[in-house]
């Protein structure tokens, strides 16, 4: 072998495995680490299937590459169809068919709804304001985490919620509401996008801290620990967020207390507007921590049954005593970073944005996961067309609901924004602010 050969590396080895059409798995870099107890034992892989170019999930990572271009993130597209067979696709299947049809019932929500806002945005008829961040393209991972949880579980969400929200069974008419900032939202027009909260759910909110989610589980999760309740917190965070000051603390503080916690990294690609690749010096954002001996799963985030598996693995892992884990989903955004960039009424996708290319954002909606989740079922024989479409329309019409419920829903009182301020209670509505922030009498 010659001194050139010789320095030929494990990342340089399988691409060319790949450009040969190998197909076969380096097991160190398989994705699913549960059931040992030295660390080192797998239990097999939970991606949901090999890649388009036979390089399973966990074998070549988008991170560490500073010559990442725009259009580089197609090489990580996952098969058209979510595989039927396997390990992940059989924990799935072996739900109720109520659950399975729940599962299809709010990814679809989830779309419909976040898509009626973005026309709404983008068309300007009702005037909506503020940030909006949506989750389109990536409701295979709210919906697969939520569907392994309790209700009574605990998820800490991100600035990019509404998914999130949804997924564990959130009112979309309260949501519409809180978009309108009427009296009837979630946070009776207080929040906003960004802040929707119901923790009747255990849904924790939405955050514009970046990285807040993961004390905010955590805390969650000690509480269930105190009160013995065997409760789950799940901290939501995108690939940006790993470079929180919060991360790498509450992750090794969970380690060592064996609270636990989930924590899911969605991970986009795309930062706000900065390829992960040239940002992130290793494969994956979940490297980060491996060094702790705790789980890890890398798993195709546009694959409900593989976001399910690894999270039921994660949750039985949790509340058997043993601590947190990770996973982290590869998926894809398909619109802006927030607001509506590139986006047009009645159509799919931001285009023209200057940190990737059309083609990439086609290709990926090409591996749509609510499209994919769809051929599953219907593959599996677990649901019939005719009640997946009864589902979509029953959405369609939810979603007009909310949208009529919030425009008809009353604005809040002028006085509204100075109430609850004070930890004394309420302030009388016989007191409002003057130019100079000075609280005077209605009467003076």
Not at 13 to 41: F, Q, Y
Not at 117 to 145: N, P, Q, R, W
Not at 229 to 258: E, H, L, M
Request: some cysteine; hydrophobic content about 35%; overall charge positive.
């Amino acid at each position: 072998m010659s001194e050139h050969n010789r320095k030929v590396d494990r990342r340089s080895l399988m691409k060319i495995m790949g450009a040969a059409g190998a197909t076969g798995v380096v097991m160190s870099g398989c994705s699913s680490s549960h059931g040992r107890t030295g660390g080192s034992e797998l239990t097999g892989d939970l991606t949901g299937g090999r890649w388009d170019r036979s390089i399973a999930v966990a074998s070549a990572g988008p991170g560490g590459n500073p010559d990442w271009q725009r259009g580089d993130a197609v090489k990580f597209l996952p098969p058209e169809r979510i595989p039927t067979r396997g390990k992940a696709s059989s924990v799935l299947a072996a739900l109720p068919k109520d659950q399975l049809l729940t599962i299809y019932q709010r990814m679809t929500a989830s779309r419909k709804w976040e898509t009626a806002m973005k026309d709404l945005f983008v068309g300007g008829k009702d005037g909506l304001y503020g940030s909006f961040h949506t989750y389109i393209g990536e409701e295979a991972i709210a919906c697969g985490v939520m569907a392994a949880l309790n209700d009574d579980d605990y998820i800490a969400s991100t600035h990019r919620g509404h998914g999130h929200l949804i997924a564990k069974g959130g009112d979309l008419n309260k949501m519409a509401a809180e978009i309108f900032f009427k009296e009837t939202g979630y946070n009776k027009g207080y929040g906003g996008s960004m802040h929707i909260t119901d923790m009747a759910k255990g849904i924790m909110g939405m955050n514009g801290i970046v990285g807040a989610s993961y004390y905010l589980a955590a805390g969650a999760a000690i509480r269930g620990m105190v009160r013995g309740t065997k409760q789950v917190g799940v901290a939501f965070f995108g690939d940006g967020a790993a470079n929180s000051p919060y991360y790498f603390s509450a992750i090794r503080s969970c380690a060592n207390y064996k609270i636990p916690t989930i924590f899911v990294n969605e991970n986009n690609f795309q930062y706000m507007g900065v390829p992960m690749a040239t940002v992130v010096p290793t494969r994956y954002i979940s490297d980060y921590t491996r060094g702790l001996g705790i789980p890890h799963h890398v798993v195709d985030g546009n694959d409900v049954s593989a976001v399910y598996a690894a999270t039921k693995e994660s949750v039985d892992w949790a509340r058997a005593g043993n601590g947190p884990s990770m996973i982290e989903g590869i998926t894809y955004r398909w619109y802006d970073h927030s607001g509506f960039a590139g986006g047009r009424v009645g159509a799919d996708g931001a285009m023209g944005l200057p940190y990737r290319s059309d083609e990439e954002v086609k290709q990926w909606m090409s591996r749509d996961p609510i499209a994919r989740y769809k051929g599953w079922l219907l593959e599996k024989g677990l649901a019939t067309a005719g009640e997946l479409s009864g589902i979509e329309a029953g959405m369609d019409k939810a979603v007009q609901a909310s949208i009529e419920f919030a425009r008809q829903s009353k604005d809040p009182e002028p006085g509204a924004g100075v109430w609850n301020t004070s930890a004394s209670g309420p302030m009388p509505a016989t007191q409002f602010f003057n130019r100079s922030g000075l609280a005077n009498s209605a009467k003076a």
